[in-house]
Nanobody
């Protein structure tokens, strides 16, 4: 089965850290730009961070710059999102997606439900 699976979400106190993992099965991530997106209740889905096929180019939403780090290990067919200094406003369901035809910035700035693959999401809750 061709799919992306997210993991690593959970409940964390403000200031804490989580590492999200996006793993592909049934296909290789080498040919895809990968993005992390989030959707909070009552809000639209937004791009958080995106990374190019090689990992040489990245994009971050302004509010997560210096706190979040995206990386990929193509040998493990996996993409990571390290989230530090978490804030209550980071609370959302986090999704990863793969696209073969978009640029890193475009992928994050204008999320497209028609990307090649979307995961099912993992809940991140930041609360004391």
């Amino acid at each position: 089965q061709l799919q992306l699976v997210e993991s690593g979400g959970g409940l964390v106190q403000p200031g804490g850290s989580l590492r999200l993992v996006c793993a592909a099965s049934g296909f290789t991530l080498d040919y895809y730009a990968i993005g992390w997106f989030r959707q909070a209740p009552g809000k639209e889905r937004e791009g958080v961070s995106c990374i190019s096929r090689s990992g040489g180019s990245t994009y971050y939403k302004d509010s997560v710059k210096s706190r979040f780090t995206i990386s990929r290990d193509n040998a493990k067919n996996t993409v990571y999102l390290q989230m530090n200094s978490l804030k209550p406003e980071d609370t959302a369901v986090y999704y990863c997606a793969a696209s073969s035809i978009t640029t890193v910035q475009a992928m994050c700035v204008r999320p497209d439900p028609e990307y090649d693959y979307w995961g099912q999401g993992t809940q991140v809750t930041v609360s004391s």
